[in-house]
């Protein structure tokens, strides 16, 4: 049972969309990720929020944009999607790294995008 | 960036132990060895995690050699409901994730 939630679970957007992916943790995790997963591929990171600050980001182009307006919630504002964005979008969270301490990432169910 | 290498997949009759080996021969010093599951449009599920010799808990044992270039996750007695995707990844630093290609596990009746 999964303590990462995530809203919406099903959205299909146009290209000229503006949308929101939302998630929410309640565990006083201060550490926040997004990944991307296509179809019989590998979870992709894209995102990390360390302490709500934006600590990674691989490379990932600008119509995605993400937000951590507080210590539980992380957004991912979506803007000018293609089609072959079209994917599962998981977030996930920890704790925050301290000393070297390696700690264990929940993930959500995921959010299903599809860009028309 | 440490690179894991896991069979693609594997098949195996219920009730019987599986082993998946992943190799990982540029591990780090400091890198941890953590597997995932991941069932069909569900999120990644953590399974066990680490450093050296073995680890066990309910789900899993973990078995890693003095070397650490390799690691061998062992599902004991599985049943039809372990079908799924195992990860084996090893974690760069303390806040991010990298998955690797996967295992496909199949469990036959």
């Known amino acids: ?116 | 960036l440490a690179k894991t290498t896991q069979p693609i997949s594997m098949d195996s009759y219920e009730g019987q132990e599986v082993n998946i080996t992943c190799s990982h021969n540029n591990i780090a010093t400091n890198d941890y060895i953590t597997w995932y599951q991941q069932f069909p449009s569900q999120g990644p599920r953590f399974i066990i995690q680490g450093y050296k010799t073995k680890v066990t808990n309910e789900v899993a044992s973990l078995f890693i050699p003095a070397d650490r270039k390799s690691s061998t996750l062992s599902l004991p007695r599985v049943s039809l409901s372990d079908t799924a995707v195992y990860y084996c990844l090893v974690r760069t630093g303390a806040n991010n994730l990298f998955f690797g290609t996967g295992t496909r596990l199949t469990v036959i009746p």
């Open chain 1, 1 to 116: 049972d999964t303590e990462v939630t995530q809203t919406p679970k099903h959205l299909v957007m146009g290209m000229t969309n503006k949308k929101s992916l939302k998630c929410e943790q309640h565990m006083g995790h201060r550490a926040m990720y997004w990944y991307k997963q296509k179809a019989k591929k590998p979870p992709e990171l894209m995102f990390v929020y360390s302490y709500e600050k934006l600590s990674i980001n691989e490379s990932v182009p600008s119509r995605f944009s993400p937000e951590c307006p507080n210590s539980s919630l992380l957004n991912l504002h979506l803007h000018a999607l293609q089609p072959e964005d079209s994917a599962l979008y998981l977030c996930a969270s920890s704790q925050a790294s301290q000393g070297g301490l390696v700690n264990t990432i929940y993930f959500g169910e995921g959010s299903w995008l599809t860009v028309v």
